[in-house]
């Protein structure tokens, strides 16, 4: 406080003021540039349209060219940018030339999202070596393809952050799933593995997922009797959302997440069992 001169009256001396971020500022991802996955439906498109509200633009692929355009489109009522590419993505090539898309249209890359996956489930003496090797292809080598394209351009940027989505069936038992259990079992330590190699500049986690209400759980979450069923055995009682998922992959994806490498957090409901048996008989 200063004195005026001739005066009784007092003139506040303001101090330089430093304003803290807030805590959801670390959630954010402003400026960002994304590659996603199997982005066209289910986890893939909530994941996009969450990093696109948390601020990045993104780069979507899936089969579907028309289930990207309607992704895209909530892109863009969040004001960021999605730049389709359809393709399949079961071929790694496909996948890692995503990263050269990324740098060509938006200059750069941050983030990676390995969505794409998945397998049928079949009984163990019908999965031919050529299933299961077409497995480990989908799930691990389209991961690693964009992984190692991505590398370059994160490296520029001065860092980086890859997510897969992995799956509660790789560390599960269950009869039908040798193919797809083993495959996301393999990726989840290829995460560990790669974070590693990365360290410090990329971070690199996944998610095992549990049972969540995709496509891929149609005929679970349409039929009242088996959705009770796998409600029953989860212990929070329900069937996961995509955007459990989304969320948790804009936690790791953000600077929330600066200090998660090499993990893989399991978003499941708590089950630590399969929450839904095939019902395959004994041999």
């Not at 393809?145 to 992995?166: D, E, Q």
């Amino acid at each position: 406080m200063t004195e005026c001169a001739g005066t009784n009256n007092f003139v506040a001396k303001l101090e330089p003021v430093t304003i803290l971020p807030m805590i959801l500022d670390r959630f954010q991802v402003t400026g960002k540039v994304a590659v996603v996955t199997g982005a066209g439906r289910g986890i893939g498109a909530a994941a996009a349209i969450a990093l696109a509200e948390a601020g990045a633009d993104v780069v979507i692929s899936s089969r579907t060219e028309a289930d990207l355009a309607k992704v895209a489109a909530r892109v863009a009522e969040a004001g960021r940018t999605a730049h389709i590419v359809p393709a399949d993505l079961s071929d790694p090539n496909a996948a890692g030339a995503l990263a050269a898309t990324a740098v060509d249209v938006f200059g750069g890359l941050d983030i990676v999202v390995n969505n794409v996956g998945g397998t049928y489930p079949r009984p163990l003496l019908d999965t031919t070596v050529e299933f299961l090797e077409q497995a480990f292809r989908f799930n691990v080598s389209t991961a690693h393809a964009l992984t190692i394209a991505a590398t370059p351009a994160m490296l520029r940027a001065g860092g980086g952050v890859i997510v897969n989505t992995s799956s509660a069936m790789g560390r599960f038992t269950s009869r039908g799933f040798a193919a797809y259990g083993t495959a996301k079992a393999a990726l989840a330590h290829y995460t560990r593995l790669a974070a590693a190699d990365l360290a410090p500049r990329i971070r690199v986690n996944a998610i095992a997922v549990g049972s969540v209400a995709t496509s891929a759980l149609d005929l679970v979450v349409g039929n009242p009797d088996l959705r009770a069923k796998m409600e029953a055995a989860t212990p929070l009682r329900r069937i996961g959302d995509v955007e459990d998922i989304a969320a948790t992959i804009v936690y790791l994806a953000s600077p929330a997440g600066a200090y998660v490498t090499g993990k893989v957090l399991e978003v499941d409901g708590g089950i630590q069992a399969s929450n839904l048996e095939l019902g395959l008989p004994d041999l």
